[in-house]
């Protein structure tokens, strides 16, 4: 079946360091792979998402591209902000109706 | 006003007493979901329901109910609440139609305690 693996955290940063959140998954077919962020005592929001092999999602200065041949989709932002510590998943859909997530890493971004 | 609206958002029963948690949703989206949220486990699948008359069991459905009242209306029941129910309970959205990715809209989550 349908199954998704991110890294796992927690994920401790300075203040404009590079960031990356490794994510593979295992699909049948072209699922959509999708990045949701959750930040403290709130629900998931999208914050990018990509439909087939080669898009680049973007948005709020994080990208992510998907990568067929290495059936990945990993999380990257050039310079990371205190604001975006958060909980940060991993999602796949494939051709039905169902998203998997994966299990979430934890980013904290210190000052 | 949130799309998605959970109540409540925080909830602390004991052992056996019966628990609902209720979501409503303004997006006007068919497709309403029930998710359970447990440190380092991602999200779990509990119910889905396509419309009013159509309810499915997802993943970990045992020990968990639901009723979808209205279009906008999903609630999820535990009839008899144990302590490893303790988790975030989250409620989620989605469209259907032509060239619709499935992108999912979340509540702020329930917050369940079981002592």
């Known amino acids: 079946g349908n199954s998704v693996t991110q890294m796992e955290g927690p994920v401790t940063l300075s203040e404009e360091a590079f960031l990356t959140i490794n994510c593979t998954y295992t699909a049948t077919g072209y699922p959509s792979l999708f990045w949701y962020v959750q930040y403290p005592g709130e629900g998931l929001q999208l914050l990018l998402k990509?439909?087939?092999?080669?898009d680049k999602g973007s948005n709020k200065g994080f990208e992510a591209t998907y990568r067929k041949e290495t059936t990945s989709f990993h999380l990257e932002k050039g310079s990371v902000q205190v604001s975006d510590s958060a909980v940060y998943f991993c999602a796949l859909k494939g051709g039905g109706f169902k998203t998997i997530f994966g299990a979430g890493t934890r980013l904290f971004v210190k000052a | 006003d949130a799309d998605v609206t959970q109540t409540p958002r925080n909830r602390i029963t004991k052992t056996g007493k019966r628990i609902m948690l209720e979501c409503s949703q303004t997006k006007g989206h068919d497709r309403m979901y029930w998710y359970r949220q447990d440190p380092g486990l991602g999200l779990q699948l509990i119910y889905y329901s396509f419309d009013v008359k159509d309810i499915n069991k997802g993943e970990i459905s045992d020990g968990y109910s639901v009723s979808r009242q209205a279009q906008a209306k999903f609630s999820l029941s535990l009839e008899s609440a144990i302590p490893n129910q303790t988790a975030l309970y989250f409620c989620?959205?989605?469209?259907?139609?032509?060239?619709?990715?499935?992108?999912?809209?979340f509540g702020e989550g329930s917050r369940l305690t079981v002592l």
């Open positions: 990509a439909t087939k092999a080669d």
């Open positions: 989620a959205t989605s469209d259907v139609g032509q060239g619709n990715t499935g992108e999912l809209f």
